[in-house]
């Protein structure tokens, strides 16, 4: 099995910074793409940033280069530097993996979801 565990999140004020950490683990062979989505009350869930394994990022359009993301394919990680939040900014945010694991298998896999809360 594979799991992925968040850290991170919480409340920031508007113009603050949080970063979010997720650690991948379990049977896995390969990781093909981590990143991160992001679901507001009453919204579809949304990609806010994913980086590929040969490295291109691929980012949504709310994100407006205030966010980083990062890889650590060396500990299975991957992390989401947030600067410049805003109150749109407030939503639960995802993990996710694109992970082909020991038996063969490829399949998309998402964290719990951690709260980010920006206040104005």
């Known amino acids: 099995q594979v799991q992925l565990v968040e850290s991170g999140g919480g409340l920031a004020q508007s113009g603050g910074s949080l970063r979010l950490s997720c650690a991948a683990s379990g049977s896995i062979f390969i990781i093909h793409t981590m990143g991160w989505y992001r679901q507001a009350p009453g919204k579809q869930r949304e990609l806010v940033a994913q980086?590929?394994?040969?490295?291109?990022?691929n980012s949504g359009d709310a994100i407006q280069g205030r966010f980083t993301i990062s890889r650590d394919n060396t500990k299975n990680t991957v992390a989401l530097q947030m600067n410049g939040l805003k109150p749109e900014d407030t939503a639960v945010y995802y993990c996710?993996?694109?992970?082909?694991?020991?038996?063969?298998?490829?399949?998309?896999?998402w964290g719990q979801g951690t709260q980010v809360t920006v206040s104005s």
């Open positions: 996710n993996a694109k992970i082909t694991t020991m038996w063969e298998r490829t399949s998309d896999y």
């Open positions: 980086i590929l394994s040969g490295g291109t990022i």
